[in-house]
């Protein structure tokens, strides 16, 4: 509903991930994974 139309979920292992999710719709990403928490975690900290 959110995106106001309609849509087709699918799902696929990405063994690259440490673990969490990145979620794609059209150019939409969310990325909830451990990778892209730590890399905000480093930013924030200036390492």
């Given amino acids: 509903r959110k995106l106001g139309r309609e849509i087709r979920i699918t799902?696929?292992?990405d063994r690259g991930l440490i673990g969490g999710f990145r979620?794609?719709?059209g150019d939409m990403v969310?990325?909830?994974s451990v990778s892209a928490q730590?890399?905000?975690l480093a930013n924030e900290l200036g390492i």
Avoid: N
């Fill in 30 to 32: 969310i990325d909830g």
């Fill in 11 to 13: 799902s696929e292992e």
């Fill in 38 to 40: 730590l890399g905000k």
């Fill in 23 to 25: 979620l794609r719709a």
